[in-house]
């Protein structure tokens, strides 16, 4: 018998759970409350954990190198260029920090295009406003009027249907706010570089061979309206370093973006009720400041197909494996979430004067060890095998 699945969200986290889901076998249908499915957005650096997440979807070689620029994380430097903890540039801690530097429409239209490939409905203009989670062990789910044996809620940051699942789950505001853009042309490090001052953090990384990705994270008061978006940029990160300063005066007005940053401080208290399950920022919003956003929406929507679609789809009950993604999704994305904080917190949120110069003195004595420890417990993430169905 086919199951029928509804993703609510054509984002990355929904097409990547309508791809994996439909990779099992299941008929699926995308709702997405814009007129168009598009990502809005510019570049993110893809980690090792998102490309195995992508992978995971069918993906090859040639697919993950479409994607973007293959890179590394260079490091940190203080706002005058001044390395804080500049990465050895060895090929083990290459490996260990790899990257891609990928726009963000790239990633969108390569799970756009297997999902078409697959039979994915993707319904636009069609917004969630009522949803009967249903029960595992009984009644279809029915959310917009359609009936459905499973409902994946990845419609981002301000989720309908975690709104319906956990009413007092809401998104706060970080007291920061984020500039981003892609320009033409070559600019900054061949790696990532992320520079860090008082309530502020800039990144510069290649997205391909002749376009950069940057963005400008920076306290600012929620709701802010400016005038002109790239003058105020420039004139927020006026004196920091010499890449900052270049890859700004190279960005045309019309490609500068900006956006308040909001998280969900606590999370949600699972990831499954009734029928429904929950992806990506709908499930985990976190700051951006460990900068695994966009994976873990990867890794999420790969994880329905393999914990959840797969057993059902053969002949498993529904519930149990329900329970079994939000055992292995939570403590993950939660984990991930205190250490966005933390690193906010010793980062970009952190202050100016004496607490800049005692930061920076106290990361320049972390071991390498210590870099690869931490990348590997966030980026070593590979995916699980299909789920056993549970008769």
Same mark, same amino acid.
């Given at each position: 018998m086919t199951r029928?699945? @509804?993703?609510?969200g054509a984002g990355i986290a929904g097409l990547t759970s309508a791809v994996s889901l439909a990779r099992t076998g299941w008929d699926v249908t995308v709702l997405e409350r814009a007129a168009e499915a598009g990502e809005v957005g510019a570049g993110f650096a893809m980690s090792r954990n998102a490309v195995a997440a992508f992978r995971g979807l069918g993906f090859d070689d040639d697919d993950v190198a479409a994607l973007g620029y293959a890179t590394w994380a260079g490091g940190t430097w203080d706002l005058h260029g001044r390395p804080i903890l500049a990465l050895p540039d060895t090929s083990e801690m290459r490996a260990s920090v790899a990257l891609v530097g990928v726009h963000r429409r790239r990633l969108h239209a390569a799970l756009r295009r297997r999902a078409a490939d697959l039979g994915v409905e993707v319904v636009t203009g069609t917004p969630v406003e009522a949803l009967d989670p249903g029960d595992p062990e009984?009644?279809?789910?029915?959310?917009?009027?359609? !009936?459905? %044996? +499973?409902?994946?809620?990845? %419609?981002?940051m301000r989720s309908a249907v975690r709104s319906v699942l956990f009413p007092a789950v809401r998104p706060v505001h970080s007291g920061y706010a984020s500039w981003r853009a892609v320009v033409p042309g070559a600019y900054g490090d061949v790696a990532l570089r992320q520079y860090w001052g008082p309530h502020a953090e800039f990144g510069v990384l290649r997205v391909a061979a002749d376009e950069t990705y940057w963005y400008g994270y920076v306290a600012m008061p929620e709701r802010t309206r400016l005038r002109d978006e790239l003058a105020a940029a420039r004139a927020r990160f006026d004196g920091?370093?010499?890449?900052? *300063? %270049?890859? +700004?005066?190279?960005?045309?007005? %019309?490609?500068v973006l900006r956006h308040d940053v909001h998280h969900l401080p606590r999370g949600v208290p699972r990831y499954a009720s009734g029928r429904v399950v929950l992806a990506g920022d709908a499930a985990h919003g976190t700051l951006p400041t460990m900068g695994q956003g966009a994976a873990t929406a990867l890794e999420d929507g790969l994880c329905v197909g393999l914990l959840v679609g797969s057993p059902v789809a053969a002949g498993g009950r529904l519930a149990p494996a329900l329970v079994g993604y939000d055992a292995?999704? *939570?403590p993950r994305c939660r984990a991930l979430a205190r250490a966005s904080v933390a690193s906010?917190?010793? $980062?970009?949120?952190?202050? $100016? $004067?004496? *607490?800049?110069?005692?930061?920076?003195? +106290?990361?320049?004595l972390t071991?390498?060890?210590? @870099? !690869?420890? $931490?990348? *590997?417990?966030?980026?070593?993430?590979?995916?699980? !095998?299909p789920a056993a169905p549970v008769p």
């Amino acid at each position: 018998m086919t199951r029928h699945a @509804i993703v609510v969200g054509a984002g990355i986290a929904g097409l990547t759970s309508a791809v994996s889901l439909a990779r099992t076998g299941w008929d699926v249908t995308v709702l997405e409350r814009a007129a168009e499915a598009g990502e809005v957005g510019a570049g993110f650096a893809m980690s090792r954990n998102a490309v195995a997440a992508f992978r995971g979807l069918g993906f090859d070689d040639d697919d993950v190198a479409a994607l973007g620029y293959a890179t590394w994380a260079g490091g940190t430097w203080d706002l005058h260029g001044r390395p804080i903890l500049a990465l050895p540039d060895t090929s083990e801690m290459r490996a260990s920090v790899a990257l891609v530097g990928v726009h963000r429409r790239r990633l969108h239209a390569a799970l756009r295009r297997r999902a078409a490939d697959l039979g994915v409905e993707v319904v636009t203009g069609t917004p969630v406003e009522a949803l009967d989670p249903g029960d595992p062990e009984g009644r279809p789910a029915v959310v917009a009027g359609r !009936e459905a %044996d +499973l409902v994946v809620g990845a %419609d981002g940051m301000r989720s309908a249907v975690r709104s319906v699942l956990f009413p007092a789950v809401r998104p706060v505001h970080s007291g920061y706010a984020s500039w981003r853009a892609v320009v033409p042309g070559a600019y900054g490090d061949v790696a990532l570089r992320q520079y860090w001052g008082p309530h502020a953090e800039f990144g510069v990384l290649r997205v391909a061979a002749d376009e950069t990705y940057w963005y400008g994270y920076v306290a600012m008061p929620e709701r802010t309206r400016l005038r002109d978006e790239l003058a105020a940029a420039r004139a927020r990160f006026d004196g920091w370093a010499e890449p900052v *300063r %270049d890859v +700004l005066a190279a960005t045309p007005p %019309d490609v500068v973006l900006r956006h308040d940053v909001h998280h969900l401080p606590r999370g949600v208290p699972r990831y499954a009720s009734g029928r429904v399950v929950l992806a990506g920022d709908a499930a985990h919003g976190t700051l951006p400041t460990m900068g695994q956003g966009a994976a873990t929406a990867l890794e999420d929507g790969l994880c329905v197909g393999l914990l959840v679609g797969s057993p059902v789809a053969a002949g498993g009950r529904l519930a149990p494996a329900l329970v079994g993604y939000d055992a292995a999704r *939570r403590p993950r994305c939660r984990a991930l979430a205190r250490a966005s904080v933390a690193s906010g917190r010793f $980062g970009a949120h952190l202050g $100016g $004067g004496w *607490r800049q110069t005692v930061r920076n003195g +106290l990361m320049r004595l972390t071991p390498a060890a210590a @870099i !690869e420890r $931490g990348s *590997r417990a966030a980026m070593g993430w590979t995916p699980p !095998e299909p789920a056993a169905p549970v008769p």
